[in-house]
């Protein structure tokens, strides 16, 4: 093929890659292995736009030169296909979710294979397939038989509780469990039923059914993730959401706090990217300090107590209140008669907050006093007790004691109730905030600990505590147990069917292996029941065998998603989740590439199930990403029309950008793919925007052209800016818009997208493609042996693209692909030896190209993907030439390579024989040329 037709030539390849299944893998070879994935995508209805190929096509070069570097490479592709956006859209138009989710997926497929990505379809997985997610519920059940025994300091099987149980009761037993848990001997357990025995086992299990605090959307009939809500409403239909104690199915996550964050030591990320998954997990090192509480300022204690947990013991002597949650199983039973409406009131209001919105509003001051008073142990002190929503139920005993003297939160809300504050340094003023842990003031107004420093303060208190009974030193974490249900269809059933205990309350019982999947039921209509039941509660006799009714929830969206690379391994096996042979191969991931979103949820989710599943010996590997890179976001360059405010509408006037300040107007988004160079298609623009223009506009251009204003944003279709892949691959091919998107910028950095800049990448590629063929499509590649000065092109090349790739530089990998090109189109070379390795280092960039040029070159192994990286060799790289800027009349027209010993005469002679430089001459012959050495060439006309 003589001529460059991107669209001919990728179809070509792409059927030849599928036809030879090129790159489908073995588990099992001679070679290194590697495993590249990507953050597998949720195949929404709009499918790919520009921004989205970013880190594929980043993983895609590196899975393509790992190929070249002699390694067995997995590279998959999977959709996490379960998702409450299908489930809203069968809501509104009664379709079935499994319809809308395999379009989109098979329009998501279309579009990546366009793209050329090397990925191993044959292992392609679906979340939602119940053949993938059969396995996702064989986990949960093994979460369920499991308990964590913190001697071990990993998950065992139930069994090894229960065995301990009856040799010791649980006295001894030093595990991961419900606070409400019994102590009992071995003899009390031995004398329980079986029934007793069973609900014990239940508040030792990894997962778990409990009470908890949720986000619950009344509008969607679901709990909402934390990321699912913004401002109080939830992120897809804008519905109001509460806070609510439901009954939920939870994993217990804490158990595995500190491994979790010890784990972070041994993988290579982002010290950012670390410091988010300290920070939510949160450890803290202080004390626990219990505080009788009585029912008003002249009573005594009474039997309830509350639990504190602070990190700084030593300032107790400046506790002056003390807040719960609203939602603190004491709130209702300390609350005074005369406080209860202030108290009904504030929490009302408290449900209309989701989490973020209360941890994060540091401004607001509001709270309301319960009427009670707590007892501080040190100094037999009582302090008001208040509600407030900054305090959160499920996060440490969700109490706090409030040191107004040493904290701005705590001060600001002293003063707004009008609260003492009580100095404890003798070197405090009133808000001095003693947040700082070095601080080594003494100690003033502070019974036993007068005259101490901090440190000592703390150990000398922990000890009284300890001493006394009425507290001890503990170990604090952030991190709390993650909620496992979600009131929706469109997810993972929950393989639990439930029978009535003695008294006639329900207890989950796990379905055994072999009936699973369990798989989800039809139901006329995807809403909760008219009694408030979850969607599945619409089933008809959707029960377990023994006649009891299933787990009406779903698995919420991460559960797929956090085993997900395991399965790639071995995607077809009907029998285990994986085999032991291929996950002993593989391993574990070796470069993970993903968005930032999924710096906590995902990724924490992933961690901890990757660790219960080493723990239970079915994988090898402690940590299940190597390596992980967050690219950053393409944003969206925006597109602006100006429509001359006016009281009539039905004839709009709009203004040119350049005009706009004459007119008083309003700034309008326009479709970005109807703008080319900031000009308009006013044609195209009447056509698809009739709300707001139509036949009857009129237009007040500049130079007979409308040129719009331009703003970078966020990709979305709310600002017409999104760009669709499929309009560039057809225009300008998949080759051009992978280079390019390289091209932007730095993989990990967020860079707008401007379809104008393509035009040069494209140019570059037909540059490329001219080394081999001219302008009238003869092949031009000849078989001489290369000049020095072409070698040291290649070599320097060669080395600069392998140091880019292992950096992952990309950007400035297609810089020196560029810079190449240009110094051998210079150069004139036409050499095979030089063009063919030029052909492989370009083959993870440019697939399509490469490969139609390889064949080209007559190469028999049929594809470029199965070469050898070429090597360069350090003769041809060391510093022995030098890139001569060529001036003609002042400015510089190209740069030119020399070697450092070429004589000025002879740089003189090939710089008038350049054909820049002859073209820049128009025939007339230089007043002179200057030669500096190793500084610069002069041309004078």
């Given at each position: 093929m003589s001529e460059y037709s991107p669209r001919e030539i990728e179809k070509k390849w792409q059927n030849f890659w599928e036809q030879n299944e090129t790159f489908q893998v073995e588990n099992k070879s001679d070679l290194p292995k590697y495993y590249v994935l990507d953050m597998f995508p949720y195949p929404s209805g709009a499918?790919?736009?520009?921004?989205h190929p970013l880190g594929y096509i980043a993983s895609d070069i590196y899975s393509r030169y790992k190929r070249l570097k002699g390694f067995n490479v997995l590279h998959p592709m999977g959709f996490d296909s379960f998702g409450l956006p299908a489930e809203q859209y069968a809501i509104q138009t009664g379709q079935h979710p499994a319809i809308t989710t395999e379009q989109n997926i098979t329009r998501y497929i279309e579009q990546l294979k366009n793209l050329g990505f090397s990925y191993d379809w044959s292992r392609?997985?679906?979340?939602?397939?119940?053949?993938?997610?059969?396995?996702?519920?064989?986990?949960?059940?093994?979460?369920?038989?499991?308990?964590?025994?913190?001697?071990?300091?990993?998950?065992?099987?139930?069994?090894?509780?229960v065995a301990k149980f009856e040799k010791n009761g649980n006295h001894s037993v030093i595990a991961a469990c419900d606070e409400d848990t019994p102590s009992f001997t071995a003899q009390e357990w031995k004398s329980y039923s079986e029934e007793e025995k069973y609900k014990i086992t239940l508040k030792y299990r990894i997962t778990y059914v409990a009470d908890a605090t949720v986000n619950w959307c009344p509008g969607l009939g679901s709990v909402?993730?934390?990321?699912?809500?913004?401002?109080?409403?939830?992120?897809?239909?804008?519905?109001?959401?509460?806070?609510?104690?439901?009954?939920?199915?939870?994993?217990?996550?804490?158990?595995?706090?500190?491994?979790?964050?010890?784990?972070?030591?041994?993988?290579?990320?982002t010290e950012s990217l670390k410091e988010q998954q300290r920070n939510w997990i949160g450890r803290s090192v202080g004390a626990l300090v219990k505080f009788p509480v009585a029912t008003s300022a002249t009573g005594d204690a009474g039997a309830e107590t509350i639990t504190v947990f602070t990190t700084r013991v030593d300032t107790i002597y400046g506790v002056s209140f003390m807040v719960i949650a609203p939602e603190h199983e004491l709130v209702d039973v300390i609350t005074t008669p005369e406080q209860r409406a202030e108290i009904d009131a504030y929490i009302d209001l408290t449900k209309k907050r989701s989490e973020r919105d209360r941890t994060s509003d540091v401004k607001t001051v509001s709270g309301a006093f319960t009427g009670a008073y707590a007892i501080n142990p040190f100094n037999d002190e009582k302090i008001p007790v208040y509600i407030a929503d900054y305090v959160l139920a499920g996060y440490g005993t969700g109490a706090v004691m409030a040191v107004p003297s040493g904290d701005q939160r705590d001060w600001n809300f002293a003063k707004h109730f009008d609260l003492p504050i009580i100095p404890i340094l003798d070197s405090q003023k009133e808000i001095d905030v003693q947040a700082d842990n070095t601080k080594e003031g003494k100690y003033i107004n502070s019974g036993m600990i007068n005259g101490l420093t901090f440190?000592?303060?703390?150990?000398?208190?922990?000890?009284?505590?300890?001493?006394?009974?009425?507290?001890k030193g503990k170990i604090n974490y952030r991190l709390r147990d993650a909620v496992f249900s979600r009131q929706r269809y469109w997810g993972e059933p929950v393989p639990v069917y439930y029978k009535n205990d003695s008294t006639g309350q329900p207890l989950p019982y796990l379905l055994p292996e072999n009936e699973l999947p369990l798989n989800l039921p039809a139901i006329d209509k995807y809403l909760p029941t008219e009694n408030g039941e979850p969607p599945l509660g619409r089933a008809e006799g959707w029960k377990h065998g023994s006649g009891n009714g299933y787990e009406l929830s779903t698995m919420p969206g991460w559960a797929g998603s956090s085993w997900y690379w395991y399965r790639y391994m071995d995607a077809k096996n009907e029998t285990e989740?994986?085999?032991?042979?291929?996950?002993?191969?593989?391993?574990?991931?070796?470069?993970?590439?993903?968005?930032?979103?999924?710096?906590?949820?995902?990724?924490?989710?992933?961690?901890?199930?990757?660790k219960f599943l080493k723990d239970r010996g079915f994988v090898p590997e402690e940590e299940p990403f190597k390596k992980l890179i967050n690219q950053g976001m393409i944003q969206g360059r925006s597109s602006f029309v100006y429509r001359v405010k006016s009281e009539d509408y039905s004839k709009p006037v709009f203004v040119s950008e350049g005009l706009k300040s004459q007119y008083e107007v309003s700034a309008l988004h326009v479709d970005v793919n109807i703008v080319e160079n900031d000009i308009l298609d006013i044609e195209k623009f009447k056509a698809s925007r009739r709300d707001i223009a139509g036949e009857n506009a009129e237009f007040i251009l500049e130079d007979g052209k409308y040129h719009c204003g331009v703003e970078v944003e966020k990709m979305s279709?709310?600002?017409?800016?999104?760009?669709?892949?499929?309009?560039?691959?057809?225009?300008?091919?998949?080759?051009?818009?992978?280079?390019?998107?390289?091209?932007?910028?730095?993989?990990?950095?967020?860079?707008?997208?401007?379809?104008?800049?393509?035009?040069?990448?494209?140019?570059?590629?037909?540059?490329?493609?001219r080394l081999f063929?001219?302008?009238?499509?003869?092949?031009?590649?000849?078989?001489?042996?290369?000049?020095?000065?072409?070698?040291?092109v290649l070599h320097k090349t060669i080395k600069k693209i392998e140091e880019d790739i292992e950096n992952f530089s990309f950007n400035t990998g297609v810089s020196a692909f560029m810079m190449c090109v240009n110094e051998l189109g210079s150069l004139k070379c036409n050499k095979r030896s030089i063009?063919?390795?030029?052909?492989?280092?370009?083959?993870?960039?440019?697939?399509?190209?490469?490969?139609?040029l390889w064949d080209a070159l007559g190469n028999e192994k049929g594809t470029v993907s199965k070469a050898p990286f070429p090597k360069w060799e350090q003769q041809y790289v060391v510093d022995a030439i030098f890139e001569y800027p060529v001036q003609i009349n002042g400015k510089v027209r190209v740069t030119l390579p020399f070697a450092l010993d070429t004589a000025p005469a002879d740089i003189e002679k090939e710089v008038l024989a350049n054909e820049v430089v002859m073209k820049w001459l128009e025939g007339n012959t230089p007043k002179k040329v200057i030669v500096v050495p190793k500084r610069i060439v002069n041309v004078v006309i």
């Open positions: 499918g790919l736009h520009v921004g392609e997985v679906r979340t939602s397939d119940p053949s993938y997610y059969k396995w996702t519920q064989w986990i949960f059940t093994e979460l369920f038989e499991s308990w964590y025994n913190n001697e071990t300091d990993k998950a065992e099987r139930i069994e090894t509780l909402l993730s934390n990321d699912e809500v913004k401002d109080g409403v939830s992120e897809r239909g804008g519905f109001p959401v509460i806070q609510k104690l439901m009954r939920q199915w939870m994993m217990r996550i804490t158990a595995y706090s500190q491994r979790l964050l010890d784990g972070l030591d041994n993988v290579d990320w440190h000592e303060a703390n150990k000398v208190l922990i000890q009284w505590l300890e001493e006394k009974g009425v507290g989740f994986a085999s032991k042979e291929s996950i002993d191969y593989w391993r574990n991931v070796d470069l993970y590439i993903g968005g930032t979103e999924h710096a906590t949820g995902h990724l924490l989710y992933s961690r901890f199930w990757n279709k709310s600002k017409f800016n999104v760009v669709n892949p499929d309009d560039i691959v057809t225009k300008y091919g998949a080759d051009t818009l992978r280079l390019y998107e390289m091209f932007l910028g730095p993989l990990e950095q967020a860079k707008p997208w401007n379809t104008n800049g393509i035009d040069g990448t494209y140019r570059f590629i037909r540059k490329f493609w063929y001219n302008d009238q499509g003869q092949w031009l590649v000849k078989d001489e042996a290369a000049r020095p000065e072409e070698l040291r063009l063919q390795e030029l052909v492989v280092l370009i083959s993870p960039y440019a697939p399509h190209l490469s490969e139609e």
